[in-house]
């Protein structure tokens, strides 16, 4: 009975233990990232986010991300699905937290063809406490805490904080992206509605 929750415990030592011995040089993901200030606001100051800007009807990069068990999430899992993305900064927060569990309740709502998931950088451990505690159960929350491969690749990374900007993307079931929307706030809500109604838009082609 205790070895399963150990193993947990001891991933999780071990993972900051790695971490803490290596050199900052070692574990900057994003040195080599082009940066851009973006309309996307902290308060009074606008973010500068790292990664490869992308335009609406573009191909959809590649990214893998993992679950809260460590295991490897890529697009091309999803491939011929409908993809709702909902980026937040820190799932564990009011706002976030919010957003997720929205998200969350319009599951039940959708066809079989569309996938709904959450991606954030917060840690598995974490997602995966909140999703517990918060009864988040119907969708997927992903983390791109190990490599920022997801962050990179859609141009969403908060410089100097490791953190995702919120945002919430469509995928089409051919893997292009037709819908973005970055909000202008970090503090502030998505539009719910026109994420939705894009989606919906979305379908009526497919």
Not at 146 to 172: E, P, Q
Request: a negative charge; charged letters at 20%.
């Amino acid at each position: 009975m205790l070895t399963q929750f150990r193993k947990p415990v001891l991933l999780h030592t071990l993972l900051c233990a790695t971490l803490l011995s290596l050199p900052a040089s070692a574990i900057d993901l994003t040195a080599d990232l082009t940066s851009r200030v973006s309309e996307v606001k902290a308060g009074n100051q606008q973010v500068v986010l790292l990664g490869t800007e992308l335009k609406t009807g573009e191909q959809a990069p590649a990214f893998k991300v993992v679950d809260n068990n460590f295991k490897t999430v890529q697009l091309s899992d999803f491939r011929g699905k409908t993809l709702l993305i909902s980026v937040v900064p820190s799932i564990d927060t009011g706002i976030c937290s919010l957003q997720t569990k929205r998200f969350n309740s319009e599951v039940a709502n959708m066809p079989e063809n569309v996938v709904l998931l959450t991606i954030s950088t917060d840690l598995p451990f974490a997602q995966k406490r909140y999703c517990q505690q918060e009864q988040v159960a119907d969708m997927a929350v992903l983390s791109d805490a190990v490599w920022r491969d997801f962050g990179s690749n859609y141009g969403l990374l908060i410089k100097d904080m490791g953190l995702l900007t919120r945002a919430i993307l469509l995928i089409d079931s051919e893997g292009k992206l037709r819908y973005q929307q970055l909000v202008p706030e970090l503090a502030q809500e998505p539009d719910y509605d026109a994420a939705l109604a894009a989606l919906a838009e979305l379908q009526k082609k497919s």
